[in-house]
């Protein structure tokens, strides 16, 4: 590709991850925009169990057994001349780690909210992180169909809460069983929740922003209503400004329910209107590289193992950040400074795969790894060394010893124990004297999911005992004396062999301190 054509590529790119709390609708969503996409010929949502229909996009055995999403999915479709990338994240909070490195490959984020519950905590903690990135952010105000909160307290509570301006897209007239459809705001247009007698499903606004008095949904007195509230809006609300939901400082709102799939399809096309195509990326050094640089290059956001339980797989997700990839092409891995050869190249399409000969700076491609890859890694074609930002790293909380049950399956005991740590979900310790295994993870669930897939992938049945709540701190290799070990502050080392104390609480923490004042103990974020 000439410059000219890699410009052309990369501002069709329109690369975002779908964030917010377990059980807004967020995998139903995604759905319906695969299905805009026409990646997908129906909609099989998760809770339709009984059928048999999983939400396509989460494929692991334990997220069909539990309707969750546990890992971030990749799923790339065409809509409207633009390349969507969706990079759907898993919503429950022991699994944040995940969705924090997502968000670091992603130009912009859609924040999905329960009309009935308004912001809860989960979103919460997941908008400060793209806050901190200054990306676009875009709210989907979900579960119109069913009886929710009045939109004026939820627009104020976005406001209060996330510290972000709103401003109303469309608004919803009724809600629930008297659900009538929306009031259009940038389109000019009413969109009805079902099709009039006519079998009109969206009705023109005149200049005034007022329907034909001769349509029977203009004598309504939800109508009248909405009038008064787009009236309010107008005097008393903000202004849009794009140049601000670039800054990420406004959050374009827009009401609808993914559940019936009305109002998602107008959500798709103001997105793709609105969004922004890959920008330059800031990298470890400072300097700044342009997407459309001519050298190929991109960093490691994620590694799964075992996306096809066929063959024992294991994937580096890569964000490109510059240049264009072609399938067989040499790069240098950053870390190491070796060279290695890219034959084996994946891209996403909801639940199949297909092998990529060629992508550009704002697209994921998964390459299959043997080992080489680490989380946070760069990789870069040409000459000129290439190393993005560091990706954040997270201090566990909880800790469990583990154990093979039949000591005689070691060996895939070791393997599934290694595959699964290098994901990045769980981090794994060693005891300082004795090489016993500890597995460190935020929450309780990322333990049973690290449980059952050593099971069911790797045949390996583990004993867990839980060491409970600890503080994990590091200690410099040259201030370690091994006595300063106890039972309430263990002594363990990470996969780099970095010592690391796990205080039993915070008394026993400063306890330390007060005996030690000299060692520095530091955390990760």
């Given at each position: 590709?000439n410059?000219?054509?890699?410009?052309?590529?990369?501002?069709k790119?329109?690369?975002?991850?779908?964030?917010?709390?377990?059980?807004a609708?967020?995998?139903?969503?995604?759905e319906?925009?695969?299905?805009?996409?026409g990646v997908i010929?129906e909609?099989g949502?998760?809770k339709?169990?009984?059928?048999?229909?999983f939400a396509?996009?989460?494929?692991?055995a334990?997220?069909q057994?539990?309707?969750?999403s546990?890992t971030?999915?990749?799923?790339q479709?065409?809509?409207?001349g633009?390349?969507i990338n969706?990079?759907?994240?898993p919503?429950?909070?022991?699994?944040?780690?995940?969705t924090?490195r997502?968000?670091?490959?992603?130009d912009?984020?859609?924040?999905?909210?329960?009309s009935?519950?308004g912001i809860?905590a989960q979103?919460?903690k997941?908008?400060?992180?793209?806050k901190?990135?200054?990306?676009?952010?875009?709210?989907?105000m979900?579960k119109?169909?069913?009886?929710?909160?009045?939109?004026l307290d939820?627009?104020?509570?976005?406001e209060?809460?996330?510290?972000?301006?709103?401003?109303?897209m469309?608004?919803p007239m009724?809600m629930?069983?008297?659900?009538?459809?929306?009031?259009?705001?940038?389109?000019?247009?009413v969109?009805?929740?079902?099709e009039?007698e006519?079998?009109e499903?969206?009705?023109?606004?005149?200049?005034?922003g007022k329907?034909?008095?001769?349509?029977?949904i203009?004598?309504?007195?939800?109508?009248?209503?909405?009038?008064?509230?787009?009236?309010?809006l107008?005097?008393?609300?903000?202004?849009f400004?794009?140049?601000k939901?670039?800054?990420?400082?406004q959050?374009p709102?827009?009401?609808?329910?993914?559940?019936?799939n009305?109002?998602v399809?107008?959500?798709?096309?103001?997105?793709?209107?609105?969004?922004?195509?890959p920008?330059?990326?800031?990298l470890?050094?400072?300097?700044?590289?342009s997407?459309?640089?001519p050298?190929?290059?991109?960093?490691?956001?994620?590694i799964?193992?075992?996306?096809?339980?066929?063959?024992r797989?294991?994937?580096a997700?890569?964000?490109?950040?510059?240049?264009?990839?072609?399938?067989?092409?040499d790069v240098?891995?950053?870390?190491t400074?070796?060279?290695?050869?890219l034959?084996?190249?994946?891209?996403?399409?909801?639940?199949s795969?297909?092998?990529v000969?060629?992508a550009?700076a704002?697209?994921?491609?998964?390459?299959?790894?043997?080992g080489?890859?680490?989380?946070g890694d760069s990789?870069?074609?040409g000459?000129?060394?290439?190393?993005?930002?560091k990706?954040?790293?997270?201090?566990p909380?909880?800790?469990m010893?583990?154990?093979?049950?039949n000591?005689?399956?070691?060996?895939?005991?070791h393997?599934g124990?290694?595959?699964l740590?290098?994901?990045?979900?769980?981090?794994?310790?060693?005891?300082y004297s004795t090489d016993d295994?500890?597995l460190?993870?935020?929450g309780q669930?990322?333990?049973?999911v690290?449980?059952f897939r050593?099971?069911?992938?790797?045949?390996?049945?583990?004993v867990?005992t839980p060491i409970?709540?600890?503080?994990?701190?590091?200690i410099?290799?040259?201030?370690l004396?091994?006595?300063?070990s106890?039972s309430?502050?263990?002594?363990?080392?990470?996969?780099?062999?970095?010592?690391?104390?796990l205080?039993?609480?915070?008394?026993?923490m400063?306890?330390?301190?007060?005996k030690y004042?000299?060692?520095?103990?530091?955390a990760k974020?």
């Open positions: 590709m410059k000219q054509e890699l410009q052309a590529a990369v501002d790119r329109r690369t975002f991850a779908i964030i917010s709390h377990p059980d609708g967020k995998t139903t969503i995604t319906q925009l695969l299905l805009f996409g010929r909609a949502t998760v339709a169990k009984k059928s048999g229909h396509k996009s989460d494929w692991m334990i997220e057994q539990r309707g969750i546990v971030s999915s990749v799923m479709f065409d809509y409207q633009k390349r969706i990079l759907d994240t919503g429950h909070e022991d699994f944040s780690e995940d924090y997502t968000l670091m490959a992603v912009a984020a859609v924040m999905v909210i329960d009935a519950k809860e979103t919460k997941l908008f400060k992180v793209v901190q990135r200054g990306i676009p952010i875009f709210t989907f979900n119109l169909d069913r009886d929710g909160r009045e939109p939820l627009i104020a509570e976005l209060e809460l996330l510290g972000i301006e709103g401003y109303a469309n608004w009724g629930g069983k008297g659900l009538l459809g929306l009031y259009d705001r940038r389109a000019k247009q969109e009805l929740y079902r009039n006519a079998g499903r969206f009705l023109p606004l005149d200049a005034d329907l034909d008095p001769s349509k029977p203009s004598q309504e007195s939800i109508y009248r209503d909405t009038l008064d509230d787009i009236a309010l107008n005097d008393a609300g903000n202004q400004d794009l140049k939901v670039m800054q990420g400082d959050t709102v827009f009401f609808g329910s993914a559940l019936t009305f109002g399809e107008t959500f798709l096309k103001n997105f793709v209107d609105m969004a922004p195509s920008s330059e990326h800031v470890e050094d400072g300097r700044k590289l997407p459309v640089d050298n190929f290059s991109g960093f490691v956001f994620k799964q193992a075992n996306m096809n339980p066929n063959h797989d294991r994937i997700f890569v964000r490109i950040g510059a240049g264009e990839f072609e399938r067989g092409m240098t891995l950053t870390r400074g070796k060279v290695m050869r034959n084996n190249s994946t891209e996403f399409m909801a639940n795969r297909e092998t000969e060629s550009v704002g697209d994921i491609v998964g390459l299959y790894d043997t080489n890859f680490q989380i990789i870069f074609a000459k000129e060394p290439v190393e993005y930002a990706l954040p790293q997270f201090t909380e909880l800790f010893r583990v154990t093979a049950k000591v005689m399956k070691q060996k895939s005991f393997k124990m290694q595959q740590v290098q994901e990045g979900a769980i981090q794994l310790y060693r005891t295994y500890i460190g993870a935020v669930l990322q333990f049973e690290f449980k050593m099971q069911n992938e790797y045949n390996s049945e583990v867990m409970g709540s600890r503080i994990a701190r590091w410099d290799e040259t201030q004396d091994e006595k300063m106890s309430r502050n263990l002594l363990v080392k990470d996969l780099a062999g970095a010592p690391l104390f205080f039993e609480n915070q008394y026993a400063r306890w330390f301190q007060d004042p000299d060692v520095r103990l530091t974020l």
